[in-house]
């Protein structure tokens, strides 16, 4: 019997997208109702930018329009068509799975409460859809996809109706899909080429998902099926073609600004004032740089202890060394380069939008808004200097779902304890029991 048992143990861990898919339902689904509506971050401007959706509103220019969605929701402040919204400019791709959970939920019924719940579950089924299939279809990294998918803060969001939960679980996706290109050893197909194609436009109209596009140079050569040898015949146009999407679909949105300022950093000041720009950065990544660390991992504002952090970066650390690939010393140094990259241009469209002129530091900035590119440093970091049997590679896997398990059961626990025992959560589900009366 032991034997049997061990035995489907060792097979389960070679199916990781299993594992993560079971725990991803079971804590996000614990997340979606232990959390009461709009306790996620910017929650109520992401419903408004649903129901929007869901409404056929896909661009929505100054003034913000109100829905016939947005009276099915009576527990919902009433929109201000006055101004914009703080996501009216974001792309519709990221709340297609919410949007369509509001259509669908309002033949049901026009009860909001259900219909609210009902979004946040199809939200949470899709970023555990994106996050499986991204951990079964890459090559490598799959135990270190599974970590990050499950840390904390990612399932939270992912459970959620922030268009964060489309945006990471697409960003898992994409660049699990350009290391299949660069990892396996085959020649790149047009099937290949289609699939990546498609994924890089979506990217586009997504949170910074432009950036796997620098990873694109280090993809395997293309097939005979293609006229041309030179890959870049092909790359090139879809790398400048994404670009672009992304460049045109902000430059006629409006941007996510500041609501208390009245005055905004203008966007020249990088060559007006590089001076200023580059001390506010490195100030801004002195003070803040551990609490980016604390917020992509655990929730906003609800800590874990702080050994957790430190064995939670330790695990994913060692996981790199015990299951690590080798990388190719281009390839490490362009990933470890685009992250800087990433990590500079969140820290200045900051700056531009949310960061009064008078500030020192770079205000606004959350750590989960790194989530999406945390995959970078997969091949940045890995160092498989430590040669394992598949013995202890199979425990070392067991320590990093175990302690998946002991992070999200803490974090269920805080929040329970947050938000019922402090009355926060009874006073809300009191109103919902009211609502659906």
């Not at 996000?28 to 971050?41: D, H, R």
């Not at 401007?45 to 100054?62: M, P, T």
């Not at 791709?93 to 409460?113: E, P, R």
């Not at 990590?343 to 790194?370: A, E, H, K, P």
Request: net charge positive; hydrophobic share 50%.
């Amino acid at each position: 019997m032991f034997n049997c048992f061990k035995c489907a143990v060792l097979e389960l861990l070679e199916k990781p997208w299993i594992i993560f898919a079971i725990i991803a339902l079971f804590f996000g689904s614990l997340f979606l109702f232990i959390t009461p509506a709009f306790e996620v971050p910017d929650e109520i401007a992401h419903l408004y930018r649903a129901c929007e959706v869901a409404d056929g509103i896909f661009y929505n220019k100054y003034p913000a329009h109100e829905t016939h969605y947005d009276k099915l929701f009576k527990f919902l402040p009433l929109r201000d068509n006055t101004e914009f919204h703080f996501m009216s400019g974001y792309s519709p791709v990221m709340y297609l799975t919410s949007a369509l959970a509001i259509k669908i939920g309002s033949i049901i019924t026009d009860n909001g409460v259900f219909i609210f719940y009902f979004a946040r579950l199809a939200n949470l089924l899709a970023y555990i859809l994106l996050c499986a299939f991204a951990i079964k279809i890459t090559p490598v990294f799959k135990y270190q996809f599974m970590f990050i998918a499950l840390l904390p803060m990612a399932l939270y969001e992912g459970m959620s109706l922030s268009a964060d939960s489309f945006n990471n679980g697409f960003s898992f996706l994409f660049f699990a899909f350009v290391l299949k290109l660069i990892f396996e050893k085959k020649e790149t197909t047009k099937k290949d080429f289609t699939i990546l194609s498609v994924l890089a436009f979506v990217g586009a109209l997504c949170k910074g998902l432009v950036y796997p596009v620098l990873l694109f140079p280090f993809i395997n050569n293309f097939s005979s099926e293609f006229k041309y040898k030179n890959k870049y015949i092909y790359l090139w146009p879809i790398i400048i073609i994404t670009l672009f999407i992304c460049w045109f679909w902000h430059h006629i949105n409006n941007v996510i600004l500041n609501p208390t300022l009245s005055e905004y950093n203008t966007s020249d000041i990088i060559f007006s004032q590089p001076q200023k720009v580059i001390n506010m950065i490195i100030n801004t990544i002195k003070a803040y740089n551990f609490e980016f660390i604390r917020q992509c991992i655990g929730l906003f504002g609800l800590y874990l202890a702080k050994f957790d952090y430190t064995i939670s970066i330790f695990i994913f650390l060692s996981s790199l060394i015990m299951l690590g690939k080798k990388i190719p010393l281009k390839l490490r140094l362009t990933s470890f380069l685009s992250f800087i990259i990433f990590y500079v241009s969140l820290l200045y469209m900051f700056l531009i939008n949310w960061t009064g002129v008078n500030d020192n530091l770079i205000q606004g900035i959350q750590g989960r808004y790194f989530i999406s590119a945390l995959p970078f440093l997969f091949l940045a970091f890995s160092f498989p200097v430590v040669s394992l049997s598949d013995k202890y590679k199979q425990i070392f896997k067991i320590i990093m779902v175990l302690y998946s398990l002991y992070l999200l059961t803490t974090m269920c626990i805080i929040l329970y304890e947050y938000y019922f025992i402090l009355g926060i959560g009874v006073h809300y589900y009191t109103n919902i029991i009211m609502l659906l009366k």
